[in-house]
């Protein structure tokens, strides 16, 4: 990719773009924002570019941007799947406002009514705004013989917002063991024990919360 950048007089946008992508798995986000403002410059309105900048502004930490960016978006297409998903990201994790992501989510959700993962970030949602019978609801839409490690750790995350911390974990521990590698496998627990530090918190029992947070690692 970058040899046809550099020798090409008029280079294929798509090489901008592959190389982009591949610098952003990278986490070079330098190079990749060159890229992806050298192919936007020749495709503008790109989707898919779209899409890769906001990502870029994700990585940064920048979230109003990334969300200003994907609103425009799913007015402009209000097909584009992956633009609410991270929307809803953004939302229910990085601005804190979980209410505004199930609005988002449900959108995506009635555009793919089976997608477990579309369904799995609207239960998440729920959790997040303190709606357990929303979230409930939306799981039991889960097709759970075929589910996958991140849909487990929401259910897990369900039975301690209900109070059944036990069940949760033990819930969260099949998540881990289901997860496709260690880096996986280790932010489900990290994740564990950290919900199970805010639930105890939430409910007075501030020191077993404090040794659940020191365990994260």
């Given at each position: ?23 952003m ?16 410059s ?46 809803g990201?953004?939302?229910a ?7 505004s ?32 019978e929303?979230a ?21 995350l ?6 059944k911390v ?13 997860a496709?590698n ?36």
């Amino acid at each position: 990719y970058r040899e046809s950048i550099t020798t090409s007089e008029k280079p294929d946008p798509t090489t901008y773009f592959n190389l982009a992508r591949l610098y952003m798995r990278q986490q070079d986000l330098k190079k990749a924002k060159r890229l992806i403002d050298g192919y936007l410059s020749i495709a503008p309105n790109d989707y898919e570019g779209k899409i890769l900048l906001s990502l870029y502004y994700f990585n940064e930490e920048d979230y109003n941007a990334a969300k200003d960016l994907l609103n425009k978006l799913v007015e402009a297409r209000p097909d584009s799947k992956d633009a609410y998903v991270l929307l809803g990201v953004i939302y229910a994790e990085c601005l804190e406002e979980p209410n505004s992501a199930i609005d988002i989510l449900k959108k995506v959700v009635a555009l793919d009514p089976q997608n477990e993962a579309f369904l799995n970030n609207l239960a998440y949602a729920y959790l997040r705004a303190g709606a357990i019978e929303g979230a409930k609801n939306t799981l039991e839409q889960i097709k759970w013989d075929k589910a996958g490690f991140a849909a487990y750790a929401t259910k897990g995350l369900l039975r301690i917002c209900e109070g059944k911390v036990e069940e949760g974990s033990n819930l969260y521990d099949f998540a881990a063991k289901l997860a496709p590698n260690q880096e996986w496998k280790g932010l489900v627990r990290q994740k564990k024990r950290i919900e199970i530090a805010r639930y105890l918190n939430a409910h007075g029992n501030r020191p077993r919360a404090i040794e659940h947070l020191k365990a994260v690692k």
